[in-house]
């Protein structure tokens, strides 16, 4: 089984900043990628940023130059720095791990973390 554990959501101010963290436990074998998912109400998930094991990036067009994916590979955590916050950044976010096994990719969903950009 695979556990992921997020933090750092909450409540900021539009312009403010707020970070995310993930945590990967249990039986990781091979990383492929971390990263966000976004759901705001009413809509659909949306991949917001990730980072793949060898570095590489990708962010959604709505988020990229305000937010930084990273990721600690020793301790299996992703990060995302979120500045420059709008109102329309609030949703909860969701934390992604791509596992290879084999040849089959699984993905493992943390339970979400509330972020709430309000004045």
């Known amino acids: 089984q695979v556990s992921l554990v997020e933090s750092g959501g909450g409540l900021v101010q539009p312009g403010g900043s707020l970070r995310l963290s993930c945590t990967a436990s249990g039986s990781i074998f091979r990383i492929v990628a971390m990263g966000w998912y976004r759901q705001a109400p009413g809509k659909q998930r949306e991949l917001v940023a990730s980072?793949?094991?060898?570095?590489?990036?990708l962010y959604s067009d709505a988020v990229r130059g305000r937010f930084t994916v990273s990721r600690d590979n020793a301790n299996n955590t992703v990060y995302l720095q979120m500045n420059s916050l709008k109102r329309e950044d609030t949703a909860v976010y969701y934390c992604?791990?791509?596992?290879?096994?084999?040849?089959?990719?699984?993905?493992?969903w943390g339970k979400g973390t509330p972020v709430t950009v309000s004045s």
């Open positions: 992604n791990v791509e596992l290879l096994l084999g040849d089959i990719v699984t993905d493992y």
């Open positions: 980072i793949r094991t060898a570095g590489m990036t």
